[in-house]
């Protein structure tokens, strides 16, 4: 990242490695300089969806999700724009001293107000119901307060409604993926970043994943038409989502090929 120019990123979606597995590959995972470079790089207006978890060690949870979030406010200068959740269907149990951990947390941060916001949304279940808007003013008795309501005004439900700010999704190699990733071990679902990608960039934009890992979201940047920037530091990864990547690019272009 220190070779990009300033402000040329319109949306990161990544989730870093954290606590005991910071030694990544033989890779130090230096979070302080990666979050202040990502400021650096982002565009005014730009996002960055950080998908991070807490380890538990010594029988308690790190908090490492939140103090990096408080770091990428309080000394990079982003706004926590959201903290949304990254809930697993059908997660792995681990123990039986604590509930089913089921979650990773997304923090979304922007830099300044996020120039692009294209919501997910669902069915309302009242869609279609009549309700009024407005009530007159309340009128007072001595057995009470009641209120009367105004039929001058009213409204009918929604269809659809913006999706609440819990995004879930089935993990394992059938849900997370179709392609062959088994080397690597933390694939995180396409559909998570399919649905980031969507809400928070347009097509053209450039989307970064400074530790891609298998090459997911890159992937999902070429088939929404999304320029992307991915950095690997781990050679077998790194060529694996090179592998990954460009036979979706190449299925792209020979279909635009053909359709010219």
Not at 43 to 55: E, I, L, S
Not at 207 to 230: E, H, I, Q
């Amino acid at each position: 990242m220190p070779t990009f120019p300033n402000e040329c990123i319109d949306l990161t979606v990544t989730s870093p490695p954290y606590d005991n597995l910071r030694t990544y590959k033989g890779f130090v995972f230096d979070f302080e300089t990666i979050a202040k470079e990502l400021y650096r790089v982002t565009k005014q207006g730009g996002v960055v969806v950080w998908v991070v978890n807490d380890a538990t060690i010594n029988g308690s949870e790190t908090l490492t999700s939140f103090k990096q979030a408080i770091f990428f406010k309080e000394q990079c200068g982003f706004n926590l724009h959201d903290t949304m959740i990254y809930q697993k269907d059908n997660p792995i149990y681990s123990e039986n001293s604590r509930y089913i951990q089921s979650f990773e947390y997304t923090f979304i941060l922007s830099k300044g107000k996020p120039k692009t916001f294209n919501p997910l949304k669902e069915r309302t279940i009242t869609n279609g119901r009549i309700y009024s808007s407005n009530f007159s003013k309340t009128n007072r008795k001595e057995n009470g307060a009641t209120s009367k309501c105004d039929n001058s005004k009213k409204k009918i439900t929604n269809e659809f409604k913006i999706k609440k700010n819990i995004f879930s999704y089935s993990i394992g190699m059938g849900n997370t993926t179709k392609d062959n990733v088994f080397q690597h071990s933390a694939v995180f679902p396409e559909k998570l970043a399919k649905d980031h990608i969507y809400s928070w960039s347009n097509e053209g934009d450039t989307v970064l994943d400074p530790m891609c890992g298998s090459g997911t979201t890159p992937k999902m940047a070429v088939l929404m038409n999304r320029n992307y920037l991915a950095i690997e530091s781990a050679k077998e990864y790194y060529d694996l989502s090179v592998k990954r990547v460009g036979a979706y690019e190449q299925q792209i272009n020979a279909e635009f090929q053909k359709a010219i």
